[in-house]
């Protein structure tokens, strides 16, 4: 099963609204990451928030990580339709105190921006 | 510099035929991931290689499927009597971490279709 759930399923916002996509896991992580896939192909690595980590930015990303909680968010500021797009948060577990990179990924958030 | 590549783009096979998909991870890269995304399971992990250490296999969902790292570069994911379940998009990571505590860089996939 996937660790990750990600809420909305599908969201669709106009032009310059913000994005806001929320990522729950279960287990203890090592990190956090984000993804983002065009036609249902490759991944592109869009962040990576540590587990000791509470907020981090990139460009007009935002990403949060509360770990009491379990949870992670991602906020794409001023979208552009180029934004279009699915997005992944993918957890990389610890297993006795050791992650190994596998990541665990959530069913994703399809992003529309319209022009 | 270049990144990961897999080859073929897309595959079509009937079932019952073997397959073969490959990888070429980032030069350098130490550690290698097999992951596949299908329309009712999502993104899965399939396999792990790390340097020379015994790979990871806790992913494979049987035992048709089956992978190789020769040299430590190049991989090759094996998928034997195929079956139309099988019909994914197959996704190759690498990532340069010894630790593999950052991030992976992921190919274009392979898109095979078993009819």
């Known amino acids: 099963s996937q660790q990750g759930e990600e809420d909305p399923q599908a969201l669709s916002i106009q032009e310059g609204e913000n994005a806001t996509m929320n990522c729950s896991y279960k287990?203890?992580?090592?990190?956090l990451q984000w993804y983002r896939q065009n036609s249902g192909r490759g991944l592109v690595h869009l962040i990576l928030?540590?587990?000791?980590?509470r907020e981090k930015h990139s460009g007009r990303l935002r990403v949060t990580l509360d770990t009491s909680k379990k949870s992670s968010s991602l906020l794409i500021t001023a979208s552009r339709a180029a934004d279009t797009a699915s997005y992944f948060c993918?957890?990389?577990?610890?297993?006795?105190?050791?992650?190994?990179?596998?990541?665990?990924f959530g069913q994703g958030t399809i992003l529309t921006v319209h022009p | 510099g270049a990144g990961v590549s897999q080859s073929p783009s897309n595959k079509v096979t009937e079932k019952g035929k073997d397959v073969e998909l490959r990888c070429d991870p980032i030069?350098?890269?130490?550690?290698l991931y097999w992951y596949r995304q299908s329309l009712g399971q999502g993104l899965e992990f399939l396999i792990y290689?790390?340097?020379?250490?015994?790979?990871?296999k806790s992913g494979l969902p049987s035992d048709r499927f089956s992978a190789e790292r020769t040299g430590g570069s190049v991989s090759t994911l094996t998928i034997q009597r195929t079956q139309q379940e099988d019909s994914a998009v197959y996704l190759c990571?690498?990532?340069?971490?010894?630790?593999?505590?950052?991030?992976?860089?992921f190919g274009p996939g392979t898109r095979l279709t078993v009819l």
């Open positions: 928030i540590r587990s000791n980590e």
């Open positions: 993918a957890t990389d577990a610890l297993a006795g105190g050791t992650s190994y990179g596998k990541l665990t």
């Open positions: 030069s350098g890269h130490t550690a």
């Open positions: 990571a690498s990532t340069p971490a010894t630790h593999n505590t950052d991030t992976q860089y």
């Open positions: 290689f790390q340097g020379n250490s015994a790979p990871d």
């Open positions: 287990t203890s992580i090592n990190n």
